[in-house]
């Protein structure tokens, strides 16, 4: 299985933006979105898995972010709102047989899309 992103672009801070992650073909992994600001480590957004049990990361993105997911079109989302200029990083998404297993053999990442907040 393959993923891409995409959705990315320049928002003014409080505005939103959806980003999608399309999988090449069905999967029941958990499915996430990762972040990375410049200069800083990649940090776990959000996962969702395939009985759309979800979870997330980063405090900061609790009750502005949400995750859902698609299992009919294979596709995540991360609907973002109240964007803040800290939100400005490269967002992946990434596919994993559990929770834990993001860095696995067996996981799968996309290639990220930039999401850039203006103040």
């Known amino acids: 299985v393959q993923l891409q992103a995409y959705g990315g672009g320049l928002v003014q801070a409080g505005g939103s933006l959806t980003l999608s992650c399309s999988a090449s073909?069905?999967?029941?992994?958990?499915m996430g979105w990762f972040r990375q600001a410049p200069g800083k480590e990649r940090e776990f957004v959000a996962s969702i898995m395939w009985n759309l049990i979800r979870t997330y990361g980063v405090d900061s993105v609790k009750g502005r972010f949400t995750i859902s997911r698609d299992n009919a079109k294979n596709t995540v989302y991360l609907q973002m709102n109240s964007l803040e200029p800290v939100d400005t990083a490269i967002y992946y998404c990434?596919?994993?047989?559990?929770?834990?297993?993001?860095?696995?053999?067996?996981?799968?990442w996309g290639q990220g899309t930039l999401v850039t907040v203006s103040s």
């Open positions: 073909g069905r999967t029941t992994y958990v």
């Open positions: 990434a596919g994993a047989p559990d929770g834990n297993g993001w860095y696995s053999d067996r996981a799968v």
